[in-house]
C-alpha cells in the first residue's frame, strides 16, 4: 500500500514538473470548480434530507450520492429523487 502511494504522489508531482504556469492554473480552477460542485452537492442532499424527513422519505448522505449529485447535476438530482421515493 505504501509503494502504490508513493507511485501516486510522484508520479503527480512529476506531472506538475512537466506543466507550465498557465496549464497548472488551469488545472487548478477546474479542481476548484469540482469541489465547490461536490460541497454544494452535499449541501443539497443535506436539504433533501431535511425536507423529505417531514414527508417519510429518507434521502441517503454518502460519498456516492454526493459524487452522483456534483457530476451529473439536474439529472442526478432527478435520480436521487426517483431512489428515494422508488427503492
Known amino acids: 500500500m505504501e509503494i502504490i502511494s508513493i507511485l501516486v504522489i510522484g508520479t503527480v508531482l512529476l ?3 512537466m506543466m507550465n504556469k498557465k ?3 488551469k488545472a487548478s480552477e477546474r479542481l476548484s470548480v ?3 460542485r461536490l460541497a ?3 449541501l443539497v442532499l443535506f436539504a433533501m434530507n431535511v425536507a423529505g424527513g417531514f414527508i ?3 434521502v ?3 460519498i456516492a450520492s454526493g459524487l452522483l449529485l456534483a457530476v451529473l447535476g439536474i439529472p442526478g438530482f432527478a435520480a436521487l429523487c426517483a431512489f ?3 427503492l
Request: hydrophobic content about 65%.
Open 34 to 36: 469540482y469541489w465547490f
Open 23 to 25: 496549464q497548472i492554473q
Open 56 to 58: 417519510g422519505i429518507y
Open 84 to 86: 428515494a421515493v422508488f
Open 60 to 62: 441517503p448522505i454518502n
Open 15 to 17: 506531472l506538475l514538473l
Open 40 to 42: 454544494f452537492a452535499f
